[in-house]
Each structure stands twice: as structure tokens, then as C-alpha cells.
């Protein structure tokens, strides 16, 4: 009897280390992917890792965040280490991730086989806009904006250039929307049709969403923390106070040479 026991529990500690071998091995499926927590809130730190079960030279793990409608929030590609992991960081909020509810990342290894997904929950982004209309000099029409993440500092025109030079403190990701009137700045072709503005953040040129009418031109630009300067490039922009001072000056000064020859003529005696 206790030879059967002893038979019997024996293939019972095989079974169970056959089963719990790949565990300490390697992983079952070709890749793994998870977060370090279940929730974050905004300004958090989202930690992603994962694992591959085989490695492929020079093929790193795409990786997509989507909200809860199905927006892509991030894109990365990821190294792989040579132990086979690999890990990456976001931030939570910012200028696309606003929304609360699940976010689900998605990583892929090479093919749409080997791939996998993990949630996570955000709490939604707590920094309302900030907005107002700014003056521009050169100009009794207003700009209006919309801030988040960051502060307007001052928008100064470029006529040079033919651009509006914008000033934020980003503290963090965020977006700045502007309602720019057209006699403000403008970008037309020669046919007087519009033409596309061109946008630089920091000197590096920048997609951005635009609706347009027929007074204003409405940007809307996402920005990374830190950005100190967004400069708008079109093909008009309203001139500088001190290119309006030497126009009204030189109209002054041809004012009163005309007025002066009047009177001259008016003083010289007729024969």
C-alpha cells in the first residue's frame, strides 16, 4: 500500500513540474505586454514592459494607445533588449490622452500574429483651457486663443517673415487653438485662394488642424512641455508699430514739403 502512495504521489510532482516549467522558462506566447498599474492620473508616469519569445535582429515592438472612442493617443517603436524585454513610459494627459475611461496598448512584433494588448484606466485630464482674445501690434483686431497645458506669453508680428511669433510657457503637453483674423495674418496664393500656413514649434515645423471662414483662420497646435515658441508662417501679416510710425512719418513729411511749396508759390510776387 505504501508503495503505491509513493508511486503515486511521485507522478504527481512530475505532472505538476511539467506543468509549471514553461513558468520559469520560456513564455508560452510570442509576446507578452503589461502595465505596472491599473489606474493613473494625469501628470502619472504609465510604465509599459513586455517579453518576446523569439528574438528577431534589428526588429523592434511597435506599440499603439488608444482611447476609449478608438483615437490613437501615442505611437512608439521599442528596442528589445537582449534578455528579450523590453519597456517604455507615458505620461498621462497631455494633449491627446483627455478623455476618462480604459486605454488600451497594443504591441506588435513583426506580424499581426504576435501580438498583444493590456488596459489600463485614466481619470480624465484635469486642466481646463484657458482663453481669451491678445492684441496684436499693428492692429485694433484680436486674436482668440485657447491654452492648455501652458500659458500665452505675447504674440508679436514677424513682417519679414510674414509670420506671428507666439511665446507659451508649456509646463506641460498641451494645445494652443487660435482664431486668427485675416486682417491680422493670411496665407493666400497668387489667385487670392488660401494657401496652407506653414507652423514651427522651437524651429521644427509641426502638423496642425485648421478650419477656416471668411474673417478668421481657427489653428489648433499640440505642443510638448517646454516649448517656448510657436511661429506661424503665412504671406501677410499686419505690419509692426514701427513700420506704421516711419509710414505715418514719411506721409507727414511729404505733407509738409507739399504745404511748403505752397506757400512759397503763394508769397512770390506776380508780375
Request: aromatic share 6%.
Amino acid at each position: 500500500m505504501k508503495a503505491h502512495l509513493s508511486v503515486f504521489a511521485l507522478a504527481t510532482i512530475l505532472i505538476v513540474s511539467i506543468g509549471i516549467a514553461p513558468a520559469f522558462g520560456q513564455i508560452q506566447n510570442s509576446i507578452v505586454v503589461t502595465v505596472d498599474k491599473a489606474s493613473y492620473s494625469e501628470g502619472e508616469t504609465i510604465l509599459v514592459t513586455g517579453e518576446v519569445r523569439d528574438l528577431y535582429s534589428g526588429t523592434p515592438v511597435s506599440m499603439i494607445v488608444e482611447a476609449p472612442n478608438g483615437n490613437v493617443v501615442s505611437i512608439a517603436q521599442i528596442t528589445i533588449g537582449a534578455d528579450k524585454k523590453f519597456s517604455t513610459e507615458i505620461t498621462a494627459g497631455g494633449a491627446l490622452m483627455k478623455s476618462g475611461g480604459v486605454y488600451t496598448v497594443t504591441v506588435q512584433y513583426g506580424t499581426e500574429n504576435r501580438s498583444a494588448t493590456a488596459s489600463f484606466e485614466f481619470d480624465g485630464s484635469t486642466m481646463a483651457p484657458q482663453g481669451s482674445t491678445i492684441s496684436v501690434e499693428g492692429s485694433s483686431d484680436l486674436i482668440g486663443y485657447e491654452i492648455t497645458g501652458g500659458k500665452l506669453l505675447s504674440i508679436m508680428p514677424d513682417v519679414d517673415a510674414n509670420s506671428l511669433i507666439i511665446s507659451i510657457d508649456a509646463f506641460n503637453d498641451g494645445s494652443l487653438t487660435l482664431t486668427i483674423p485675416r486682417s491680422v495674418a493670411d496665407a493666400l496664393l497668387e489667385n487670392g485662394q488660401d494657401d496652407e500656413y506653414f507652423v514651427l514649434i522651437d524651429g521644427e515645423e509641426v502638423d496642425f488642424d485648421e478650419t477656416r471662414s471668411e474673417t478668421d483662420r481657427k489653428l489648433t497646435i499640440a505642443f510638448p512641455v517646454g516649448a517656448e515658441e510657436i511661429e506661424i508662417i503665412g504671406t501677410f501679416v499686419v505690419p509692426e508699430f514701427g513700420t506704421i510710425a516711419a509710414m505715418i512719418l514719411a506721409v507727414a513729411i511729404i505733407s509738409i514739403i507739399a504745404v511748403s511749396a505752397r506757400s512759397r508759390l503763394s508769397i512770390m510776387p506776380r508780375y
